[in-house]
């Protein structure tokens, strides 16, 4: 609902993506820190998967806003919702998961859901081209590998190093958006917003709190629930709430 509210009336450009992302990422990694973590002596899971996991999550944003720049808005959702499939393939394949025809007749049907609830509220009619396909692959594989490393560090130390796999991620994650914020403004001289009004500050404040929270719940129940259950009802309620609010 925050990032809803945020592109509906905050979001002019790319540098403005990127300058919310660092900041509620440097955000998250306050709430972290205050909670009273410890960065030294960790497991080398820990640090090398939180490094990956930021990475991935920052190109993964990219390929999905350059996708619905360059082409039809509906299947650009639909390839990056559809990365929920990364995390219960894998799962099903190297962490032996069980995985029931009902289940996947299921995440087939919220995937469907996905792309009616995108076209419904898109009137857009983009050109396919081969640059919005491998936006979207991106995308795909992007956003389904960073479901996948929450899995696969609780995979290796179940229940350990949770909120420190997370402030290593958003760390890297918050450097590399203000990187790209830097290059934004100063290449293409994109205006951004402005921290000067109340409302902005609270959304800001409140999507790092909730984000951070949020993830910490998904990264512990990702070694206690299988993938087909956690990231489809995960995603599936995300998009319900958000299309409802």
Do not use: D
Not at 183 to 194: D, H, M, P, Y
């Amino acid at each position: 609902l925050c990032f809803k509210e945020f592109n509906r009336t905050y979001m002019k450009n790319v540098a403005s993506c990127f300058l919310f992302n660092f900041i509620y990422f440097a955000i998250i990694v306050c709430v972290f820190f205050v909670s009273g973590i410890t960065l030294s002596g960790l497991h080398s899971a820990t640090i090398g998967i939180g490094i990956l996991f930021g990475i991935t999550f920052i190109v993964a944003v990219f390929c999905y806003m350059k996708a619905m720049e360059t082409g039809p808005f509906s299947f650009s959702v639909l390839f990056n919702s559809s990365g929920i499939l990364i995390p219960v393939i894998i799962g099903f394949l190297f962490w032996n998961e069980p995985v029931k025809m009902l289940q996947i007749a299921g995440l087939c049907l919220l995937l469907v859901t996905f792309y009616l609830g995108s076209a419904s509220s898109s009137g857009e009619q983009k050109s396919v081209g081969m640059r919005w396909i491998l936006f979207c692959l991106a995308s795909f594989v992007g956003n389904g590998m960073i479901m996948t490393y929450m899995k696969w560090h609780q995979m290796i130390i179940p229940g350990q190093e949770m909120k420190e796999l997370l402030t290593i991620s958003f760390g890297t994650a918050a450097i590399l958006s203000f990187i790209l914020f830097v290059i934004s403004s100063l290449s293409r001289k994109q205006e951004v917003f402005k921290l000067n009004k109340l409302h902005l500050l609270i959304l800001i404040l409140l999507t790092g709190i909730v984000t951070a929270y949020g993830n910490q719940l998904i990264v512990y129940l990702a070694s206690r629930i299988p993938s087909v259950i956690q990231f489809p009802a995960i995603n599936g309620g995300v998009v319900i709430i958000s299309t409802l609010a």
